[in-house]
């Protein structure tokens, strides 16, 4: 059982276009998060949500909107697609005190390319 | 600004022998500091960390050192073993209301040779 699982895997698209990314935890876990990993490697958080509640968000575009139906689910939706939009997006989740909370478990990523 | 570097893209360590993986950060505000393991098309899995209270932190065959005043940590690795070879990403804290806010180093290929 895949404990953070993330569809698609890949995703190809044409600029413009708008797309999903849905993240699914069955850890337990109250919070999610959405990492970006860019074309130079860096890992560099985007959002993270506590109990379907908004705690962090990163300088993303309005373009990238986060949805979390429930505390299991965290979705990505971004429109109108750019060329830059292209990296692995990858979701994660923890739980607990601040030193768990630290030991973040991630999804196997989606690499999103826009053409 | 990247406040986290890990200065080595790769790393070739001959089984058996010791790994060393460095890493340094620039803002003083961190003080919790990880380490996670990535094999290709899987995401970062947690390996080990340490508060900046303490400067050694040991699991198993992995250790990590942190030096506060040189705002350098390191993971030493012995003895590697063929399966360790990944790519080993740095990542710091600063606590506050951000938990789980982690800001990453770009990550050092680690080759173990068997």
């Known amino acids: 059982d895949t404990a953070v699982s993330q569809t698609p895997k890949y995703l190809v698209t044409q600029m413009g276009n708008d797309k999903s990314i849905k993240c699914e935890q069955n850890?337990?876990?109250?919070?999610m998060y959405w990492y970006k990993q860019d074309s130079k490697k860096f890992l560099k958080i985007m959002f993270s949500y506590n109990n379907k509640e908004l705690i962090i968000n990163e300088t993303v575009p309005n373009r990238f909107s986060p949805k979390s139906p429930d505390k299991a689910h965290l979705n990505l939706h971004i429109n109108s697609l750019e060329l830059g939009d292209s990296a692995v997006y990858f979701c994660a989740s923890s739980q607990g005190d601040r030193a768990a909370n630290e030991k973040l478990f991630f999804g196997s990523g989606t690499q999103l390319s826009v053409l | 600004d990247q406040q986290v570097k890990q200065n080595s893209p790769s790393l070739s360590v001959q089984e058996g022998r010791i790994s060393i993986l460095n890493c340094d950060y620039t803002?003083?505000?961190?003080?919790?500091f990880l380490w996670y393991k990535k094999y290709p098309a899987e995401g970062p899995t947690f390996l080990i960390s340490?508060?900046?209270?303490?400067d050694k932190n040991e699991d198993g065959r992995f250790t990590v050192f942190l030096n506060k005043s040189a705002k350098h940590l390191s993971l030493h690795i012995v003895p590697s073993q063929p399966g360790d070879s990944a790519v080993y990403f740095c990542a710091a804290s600063a606590g506050g209301t951000s938990y789980g806010k982690l800001t990453f180093g770009q990550g050092t290929i680690l080759t173990v040779h068997p």
């Open positions: 850890l337990g876990h109250d919070t």
């Open positions: 340490i508060s900046s209270i303490k």
């Open positions: 803002n003083s505000m961190f003080d919790y």
